[in-house]
Every structure is written in structure tokens, then in C-alpha cells.
């Protein structure tokens, strides 16, 4: 044990705080690869196809507040709990509303009448929750947190994201909505909790042998700068949309 954590030096452990509080803060381009995940899941779970199912956790980013979420518990840190916990909840509201409209849409709208109350293997999967989809969210949330911190395992981190599978179970959800199906919500629900509770622990775990408490005093200085670069942003769009 002591050898896998033996050259996890000072600045991997800077680098992952920088890196987890930047792809967890609530910018436009975290939202709009929410909203792109949530859409491919949406129709990947209509249509019984688990390659576009896949494509969806690719794209997802709602792994990082997750973890960062985990990263704030394990330093004691308020302010990054709050501000991680912020950015999920408007995740899921966005996609499971975003989902519950684009099912609607399908059958009420363009004509997929056929894709009404039809429960096909994909979204079966996602409502019938066991033990072990949480043993499987431990598994990956100790790889992507050790990943995370590991600069050169960087390209495992795809993996984990489709082995834990965030976003279809939120998807999932607004399907219930859409047909008005409460065993959908509640199971589909049940999974994505499931799946979080396991990611946090198992990143709670890995950060805390990492000895990762040892930066907590930079944790405010990434979020004031995360928060700066994000209001350059709006006020760069701002000012573009006045010179026009």
C-alpha cells in the first residue's frame, strides 16, 4: 500500500484540487455538456441502445462535483461541500426536467407513440438496483480519485465514468416523470444515489491515504480563482452582446 501511494508528491496533490474545483464549478460549458450527456442517454434509453448510452458517460461531467463534493468532506471544507453539492443539484434538476420534456416530445409530438410506457432492457436495468452496482461505484470512485491525483492515469478516467454510469439513471428518471410512472422515478433514483454514496465514500478513502489534507489551505485560492475565470467569462459575453 505504501508503494502506490509512495510517489504521490505535493504538486500532483495541488493539481488535482485545481483540476477537481475547476471542472466542478457551474459554467456555461459544464452545463452544456450536461445538457448534450443527458439528451444521449435520453434517446440512447428510448431506443435501446447501449452504444449511445455509452457515448453519454463519455461526454457527462457530473462525476467532477461528485468528487470534489467527496474532496470537500475529507478536508472539512464547508464552502466546497456547498459549492459542489450546488452544481449537482442543478445538474440532475436540468437533466431530469431536460429528460421528462425530450420523452414527452418524442411520443406526444413528433410521433414515437410507440416509445410510450414501453420498458425495454436498457431502462429495466436502470430501475432494478442491487448491492453490487454499489460495490461497482466503489471500485470506481477509488480508480478515478487515485487517477485524478496521478496526472499519467489521466486516460483511465473514460473507464470509470462508464462503469459508474451517472447519467443514464437521471435520465431514467425523467422518463418516469414523462410516463408518469412512479416504480421508474424511485428505482432509477435508488441507483443514482447508490452509485453516488459509493463514489464518495471510496474518493473519501483514496483521498484521505493520500494524505491529501496536507493542501487544504489552497482549496480557497482555487475556488476564488475558478469563481474569477468564470465572471470573465460572463463579462466577456456581456460585452460582446453589447457591441453587437
Same mark, same amino acid.
Given at each position: 500500500?505504501?508503494?502506490?501511494?509512495?510517489?504521490i508528491?505535493?504538486?500532483?496533490?495541488?493539481e488535482?484540487?485545481n483540476?477537481?474545483?475547476?471542472?466542478?464549478?457551474?459554467?456555461?460549458?459544464?452545463?452544456?455538456l450536461?445538457?448534450?450527456?443527458?439528451?444521449?442517454a435520453?434517446?440512447?434509453?428510448?431506443?435501446?441502445?447501449?452504444?449511445?448510452?455509452?457515448?453519454?458517460?463519455? /461526454? #457527462?461531467p457530473?462525476?467532477?462535483? +461528485?468528487l @470534489?463534493? $467527496? &474532496?470537500?468532506?475529507?478536508?472539512?471544507?464547508?464552502?466546497? !461541500?456547498?459549492r459542489?453539492?450546488?452544481?449537482?443539484?442543478?445538474?440532475?434538476?436540468?437533466?431530469?426536467?431536460?429528460?421528462?420534456?425530450?420523452?414527452?416530445?418524442?411520443?406526444?409530438?413528433?410521433?414515437?407513440?410507440?416509445?410510450?410506457?414501453?420498458?425495454?432492457?436498457?431502462?429495466?436495468?436502470?430501475?432494478?438496483?442491487?448491492?453490487?452496482?454499489?460495490?461497482?461505484?466503489?471500485?470506481?470512485?477509488?480508480?478515478?480519485?487515485?487517477?485524478?491525483?496521478k496526472?499519467?492515469?489521466?486516460?483511465?478516467?473514460?473507464?470509470?465514468?462508464?462503469?459508474v454510469?451517472?447519467?443514464?439513471?437521471?435520465?431514467?428518471i425523467?422518463?418516469? /416523470? #414523462?410516463?408518469?410512472?412512479?416504480? +421508474?422515478? @424511485?428505482g $432509477? &433514483?435508488?441507483?443514482?444515489?447508490?452509485?453516488?454514496i459509493? !463514489?464518495?465514500?471510496?474518493?473519501?478513502?483514496?483521498f484521505?491515504?493520500?494524505?491529501?489534507?496536507s493542501?487544504?489551505?489552497?482549496?480557497?485560492?482555487?475556488?476564488?480563482?475558478?469563481?474569477?475565470?468564470?465572471?470573465?467569462?460572463?463579462?466577456?459575453?456581456?460585452?460582446?452582446?453589447?457591441n453587437?
Open positions: 500500500m505504501y508503494l502506490l501511494f509512495s510517489d508528491n505535493e504538486k500532483n496533490k495541488t488535482a484540487i483540476s477537481l474545483i475547476k471542472d466542478s464549478t457551474a459554467t456555461p460549458a459544464f452545463f452544456f450536461v445538457i448534450m450527456s443527458v439528451l444521449m435520453s434517446f440512447g434509453l428510448l431506443i435501446n441502445n447501449a452504444s449511445v448510452i455509452i457515448g453519454s458517460m463519455l /461526454i #457527462a457530473i462525476l467532477s462535483p +461528485i @470534489s463534493m $467527496a &474532496l470537500g468532506i475529507t478536508l472539512g471544507d464547508n464552502k466546497l !461541500i456547498r459542489s453539492f450546488t452544481t449537482l443539484s442543478k445538474s440532475i434538476l436540468y437533466s431530469v426536467g431536460l429528460s421528462a420534456l425530450t420523452t414527452w416530445l418524442l411520443w406526444s409530438v413528433v410521433g414515437g407513440k410507440e416509445l410510450k410506457g414501453i420498458l425495454n432492457p436498457e431502462i429495466l436495468s436502470r430501475i432494478e438496483p442491487n448491492i453490487v452496482y454499489l460495490f461497482i461505484a466503489i471500485v470506481a470512485g477509488l480508480a478515478t480519485a487515485y487517477a485524478r491525483v496526472p499519467e492515469l489521466n486516460e483511465a478516467l473514460p473507464g470509470t465514468a462508464i462503469a454510469a451517472l447519467v443514464p439513471p437521471i435520465a431514467t425523467g422518463i418516469g /416523470i #414523462a410516463f408518469l410512472r412512479l416504480d +421508474i422515478i @424511485s $432509477a &433514483l435508488s441507483l443514482f444515489i447508490l452509485n453516488a459509493g !463514489i464518495i465514500v471510496a474518493s473519501m478513502f483514496m484521505s491515504m493520500m494524505n491529501i489534507y493542501r487544504k489551505k489552497i482549496v480557497a485560492t482555487s475556488i476564488k480563482q475558478a469563481e474569477k475565470e468564470h465572471e470573465e467569462i460572463i463579462k466577456k459575453a456581456r460585452q460582446q452582446k453589447q453587437k
